[in-house]
């Protein structure tokens, strides 16, 4: 199992970021997939959730009505559209699949919100 983000960066508050993470070596298509997130001396949090056929998504309260996860199941690839971003929102970003009950992470994406 490969898991490879990309996209974040640095905006400012306001701004928008989307996120990519590019999955291998399982059948994408079968599998829910995760965005967790982690701030500096924070737990780790779930940002949202998205079923194998996206059907069934699920977002934390901190983040609905400005975060959509998506994902294209030709592509092997989950996004994370993030808009009306907020310094708080400043967290490496990581996407995660469960596979047989072991958890599998990628490297994750810095995402700094600041002016």
């Known amino acids: 199992v490969q898991l490879v983000e990309s996209g974040g960066g640095l905006v400012q508050p306001g701004g928008s970021l989307r996120l990519s993470c590019a999955a291998s070596?399982?059948?994408?298509?079968?599998?829910?997939m995760r965005w967790y997130r982690q701030a500096p001396e924070k737990e780790r949090e779930l940002v949202a959730v998205?079923?194998?056929?996206?059907?069934?998504?699920n977002y934390a309260e901190s983040v609905k009505g400005r975060f959509t996860i998506s994902r294209d199941n030709a592509k092997n690839t989950v996004y994370l559209q993030m808009n009306s971003l907020k310094p708080e929102d400043t967290a490496v970003y990581s996407c995660?699949?469960?596979?047989?009950?072991?958890?599998?992470w990628g490297q994750g994406t810095q995402v700094t919100v600041s002016s």
């Open positions: 070596g399982f059948t994408f298509s079968m599998y829910a």
């Open positions: 998205i079923s194998s056929v996206g059907g069934s998504i």
């Open positions: 995660s699949v469960r596979r047989a009950s072991v958890d599998f």
